[in-house]
């Protein structure tokens, strides 16, 4: 019984946190900069409310960079149309598209691989959809202008 309990709360909370999660929709968009600083993450569908919320915060704070997605290969066309609107038209990439030379498919590769091709050109930024930026982060900022 108290897996059904759990699964229940569970559940609940989920449900709290899309709910809560859908105001970001209401925030304005933020304002990409091609300033060599990317915001980078794999999300897929279910995530996108609470990315959405993480990438904005983040940026809200920091004042720097462009967005980069890997699709996980869920997003739908809503949902690409609902980031296209939030985050400037960002670089939505398909997890196919990855080059994966001799490394498994379908694991974490594609991921990574995709971050090391992007870091040729720019700081890269790893973000998860379950973080929130909720005040300054000069560690992050000093951490860009040093180049580590």
């Given at each position: ?18 709910w809560r999660a859908r105001q970001i929709l209401t925030s304005p968009p933020i ?118």
């Amino acid at each position: 019984m108290t897996t059904l309990a759990q699964h229940l709360q569970w559940r609940m909370a989920h449900a709290w946190h899309q709910w809560r999660a859908r105001q970001i929709l209401t925030s304005p968009p933020i304002v990409p900069a091609d300033d060599g600083v990317i915001l980078y993450s794999m999300i897929g569908t279910r995530v996108v409310l609470p990315y959405l919320v993480a990438v904005k915060s983040l940026h809200a704070q920091l004042k720097r960079g462009r967005v980069v997605i890997l699709d996980d290969g869920t997003l739908t066309a809503a949902d690409r149309a609902m980031l296209k609107h939030h985050l400037g038209n960002p670089d939505i990439r398909g997890i196919a598209s990855v080059d994966l030379g001799a490394c498994p498919p379908r694991s974490c590769w594609e991921r990574l691989l995709l971050l090391l091709e992007l870091r040729r050109d720019a700081y890269v930024i790893q973000l998860d959809s379950d973080t929130v930026t909720l005040g300054p982060v000069p560690e992050v900022a000093a951490a860009i202008a040093d180049g580590r």
